[in-house]
């Protein structure tokens, strides 16, 4: 497809803008137009949430399962996704035992 096409009244304003709407993900104009998120479709937003929870499940039965005198274990990170600020150097706050506990009762 040749874009000179539009300035030579070969081809349809609307055309021209369902082309570069309906461009693939890995094309140079659409990375330009969404940066990182071009790369990610639904399935990889929904995979990255479903290792999150899968994670967050498993620290929350390790967490109740472990000894009161034992140190809790470390939070889960979650999965990074395009766009998202810089993750923090600190973790975010753990709720007590006590707090699971009564989550899971």
């Known amino acids: 497809m040749d874009l000179l096409d539009w300035h030579r009244g070969r081809l349809s304003s609307r055309r021209l803008a369902v082309l570069v709407k309906h461009m693939p993900r890995d094309s140079a104009t659409t990375q330009r137009l969404h940066g990182e998120s071009a790369e990610w479709g639904v399935t990889d937003y929904l995979l990255a949430a479903a290792v999150d929870h899968l994670a967050a499940a498993n620290w929350m039965f390790a967490s109740v399962n ?6 809790p274990p470390e939070p889960p990170v979650p999965v990074p996704r395009p766009g998202d600020e810089a993750a923090p150097d600190e973790p975010p706050e753990a709720p007590s035992p006590s707090d699971l506990a009564r989550f899971f009762s």
């Open 66 to 71: 472990t000894d009161e005198d034992s140190d």
